[in-house]
């Protein structure tokens, strides 16, 4: 039987930001016993009011508990709840202390005081013009969008996320919404295509409204996007659709043709490696790779205008002034670097790529200024500087963005002033960031590209470097010899092994590199990790935990998983920092944290790690320290940072750290792949520790499944 009840969040137990799963207890006027409530109660805040609907439980092993099933939420109106509203951050401004002096101030007229006579709060010890300011348009925003967050929390929409959809939309949000809820999955971050659905649900679209089936194919185009792909066969497409629509295929079919007749999306019927097939593509994507390779025949069409060298005497000239002797394949790819418009230079690590990059700019310094050196991330743009003595910085700030329309700056219109282009870390560029850095490569310029073609792909969708390797259109040197090899190093030797598929020497020794601990069970491989981090590597390597040690992992569920292992190595790391709850997460002053998606306006991008600097709870802000650039972000964009004492693999192509450990387990069967673990044992500089087992190492060692991207671009490349 349906019950009703109310009354004020006291604490948040539990939340889960991803099934938005809650545990709260709950104060009742005129009953003495807490009471614990439970359901999905996206982003609620102690002090809150709440008026719920559902059923009572008896838990196994929490006793008794209401089970929400629809509720509502109020602002309070007693002056405990009002202290408590006010100290969850609901105003900008006001935290613990301020909201404690206001509410003793005021007491129950507090809420009016701040909504019709805000002046009066000058009457607060500490509160001055400049705070008054700053509460007043912080509440007068949250007036003005006080109906759309009733609207949107009805619908299981939390306050971060109803305010993200505020910013987009503003007064309109209750219009986009009501005529299309679907838009809601693909222009506003965070949520999905469920979320949006739901809403839809609840306005009455039917489930096989052209409408909502339209909207599920694009959502499974952008999710397949975000999975690499930038095309992808029609029936496989159309059974990714039907299992997210819960439809039959024909009215798939049907929609999709319509997509494509209106030309919101590209189909077309292609051979591909000897198999015809129709493949389907946003139209977004398919124009970015015409565009490519519009844009790399018309740099490889135009004569370069650096002056051409006597070649032999400029690499004889080279090793002299480096003090290196050249191999044979180093000088070739030196020599094709003076003779090509565009060239490619791939290999893994220690093949010497570092060496003749340093050797190509010596030389062309001789020849122009003009040269420019770039990567994708700021960490491995800091290392190419340190290789050849030259400033290099990130391809988002090379083509530096424009704020205002949100586009960069450079492009064919203003394109670069250089002569020669020499970009490192290419595997990372994905299909959008190829496209923008080839419009702003001046035509007559010399492009050289480099990067290790069997590390992960892009964490963006293509697989470009590949394809452009692989197309032939384009001159290339694959390295092969290694190098650089000190005595006792077995980490390059290893890498590899396993890129060869074959599994590395395991064999313990003291003076190795490269470790491998065997360990089945999960629970003592996070005590092993646990204390490596903690007290073994910094004792006997001498390095920082927080610093120099990168804990890495194929999968972020269980108990060897990102998630856990951040929570752990948070606890372990950084147990006394000032704290921050939100969403469920805890952040503390001092934590080391990495953003997880794009921002242009902070200039700070996916994969970008800092440190929290700062917490200041009356401004809702907190300040991350990225290298020397200090970001300072507001509670509510918080869903852009994650704890980094633990990282994805693919999150962390582009950075090194003197010490990687990684977990090699059979629980991340699905995700344990070639390429995963060798560029993961790459990204270590001094050692590399893997805790599993070798069965598990084996399996991946042997697994080049997900290596393959479905991508158009090498389609168009050579035809």
Not at 35 to 40: D, K
Not at 64 to 73: D, I, K, P, S
Not at 521 to 542: A, F, R
Request: hydrophobic residues 40%; contains cysteine.
């Amino acid at each position: 039987m349906e019950e009703h009840i109310s009354g004020t969040i006291d604490t948040i137990t539990f939340y889960s930001p991803d099934s938005h799963f809650t545990v709260a207890k709950l104060v009742k006027k005129q009953r003495s016993e807490d009471i614990v409530i439970v359901g999905q109660l996206p982003n609620v805040q102690p002090g809150e009011v709440i008026e719920a609907t559902g059923r009572w439980k008896h838990h196994p092993s929490y006793g008794r508990q209401f089970e929400v099933e629809n509720f509502r939420l109020a602002i309070p109106q007693d002056v405990i709840g009002i202290e408590k509203y006010l100290e969850s951050g609901a105003i900008r401004g006001i935290g613990a202390v301020f909201a404690k002096k206001i509410v003793e101030r005021f007491g129950t007229e507090t809420i009016r005081i701040i909504d019709s006579n805000p002046e009066k709060l000058r009457e607060v010890e500490g509160i001055g013009p400049k705070k008054i300011e700053s509460i007043k348009a912080h509440w007068g925003e949250q007036k003005e969008m006080r109906d759309i967050l009733i609207f949107l929390r009805a619908k299981n929409i939390g306050a971060a996320l109803a305010r993200k959809i505020w910013k987009r939309y503003g007064e309109k949000t209750l219009e986009v919404i009501r005529n299309n809820p679907y838009s809601l999955a693909t222009e506003v971050q965070g949520i999905g295509f469920k979320t949006a659905d739901k809403i839809g649900h609840e306005l009455g679209i039917a489930v096989d409204s052209p409408v909502r089936i339209r909207a599920g194919i694009e959502f499974v185009l952008i999710s397949l996007s975000e999975m690499g792909h930038t095309t992808y066969p029609e029936n496989g497409l159309i059974e990714h659709a039907a299992k997210i629509l819960e439809v039959d295929l024909a009215p798939i079919q049907e929609n999709l043709m319509h997509l494509c007749d209106a030309g919101t999306i590209h189909r077309e019927e292609l051979v591909k490696d000897g198999e015809s097939g129709v493949w389907i593509s946003s139209l977004l994507l398919h124009n970015t790779e015409n565009a490519i390779c519009k844009y790399l025949d018309t740099l490889l069409s135009h004569r370069c205008v650096l002056r051409t060298v006597h070649v032999s005497e400029a690499i004889k000239w080279v090793e002299e002034k480096t003090h290196i002797r050249l191999a044979p394949e180093q000088q070739k790819a030196i020599e094709l670097s003076l003779t090509e418009k565009l060239l490619i230079l791939t290999g893994g690590p220690g093949t010497g790529k570092s060496t003749i990059t340093k050797a190509i700019v010596r030389i062309h310094e001789k020849l122009t200024k003009k040269i420019v050196l770039a990567a994708p991330t700021g960490r491995a743009a800091k290392r190419m500087s340190e290789i050849c003595r030259r400033h290099a910085r990130t391809i988002h700030s090379l083509l530096e963005m424009d704020f205002g329309t949100m586009r960069f700056k450079r492009d064919e219109k203003n394109p670069l002033d250089a002569d020669l282009v020499i970009v490192d870390e290419v595997s990372m560029v994905d299909t959008y960031l190829m496209l923008s850095l080839l419009k702003a490569i001046p035509k007559a310029a010399r492009l050289i590209l480099i990067g290790d073609v069997d590390q992960l792909p892009s964490v963006g969708p293509g697989s470009v470097f590949k394809d452009l390797i692989d197309s032939k259109r384009i001159v290339t040197v694959r390295l092969y010899t290694i190098f650089r090899q000190k005595k006792g190093s077995n980490i390059i030797q290893s890498a590899h092994a396993v890129n060869r598929g074959q599994m590395p020497d395991l064999s313990p020794s003291s003076e190795s590199d490269f470790i491998f601990i065997e360990q089945t069970d999960p629970s003592l491989i996070l005590q092993e990790i646990l204390t490596l981090v903690q007290e073994t590597v910094p004792k006997q390597n001498g390095l920082d935990s927080l610093r120099d040690i990168q804990v890495l992992s194929p999968m972020r569920k269980g108990i060897i998983g990102i998630d856990n292992l951040n929570m752990e190595l948070q606890n372990r790391l950084n147990p006394a920092g000032l704290e921050l709850t939100w969403t469920g997460r805890r952040f503390r002053e001092n934590d080391k944290v990495m953003q997880i998606r794009n921002d242009y306006q902070k200039m700070v991008f996916n994969g970008d790690i800092g440190t929290i600097a700062s917490i200041d709870f009356d401004m809702q802000i907190i300040i991350v320290r990225f290298d020397e650039q200090d970001v300072a972000y507001e509670f509510h964009e918080l869903d852009e940072l994650t704890l980094a004492y633990a990282a994805s693999i693919h999150k962390y192509q582009g950075s090194q750290a003197p010490c990687i450990i990684i977990p090699v387990h059979t629980s991340h069967f699905k995700l344990l792949q070639k390429n995963l673990v060798y560029t993961g044992i790459t990204r270590g500089q001094k050692l590399v520790v893997l805790i599993g087992t070798k069965k598990a190492l084996a399996c991946a060692i042997h697994n080049t499944e997900a290596q393959n991207r479905y991508t158009g671009l090498l389609h168009l490349l050579t035809n």
